[in-house]
């Protein structure tokens, strides 16, 4: 979602799940305000993954 946001000019986000994952978090958006969509788009599945494990438990 994030990387799809910084496509269309958001620069701000607030998921309660980037305060497990903050770093990945602040580079799915530096790699989306930089245009770099395919790198955004590779954090923001790793970090889709990580946060769909933790919430199995």
Known sequence: ????GCAIGMDSFIPTSVNIFPELGLEIIEAGIKGDS???RKKQEKYNSGVLAISKH
């Open 38 to 40: 395919l790198e955004a």
């Open 1 to 4: 979602v994030m990387s799809a």
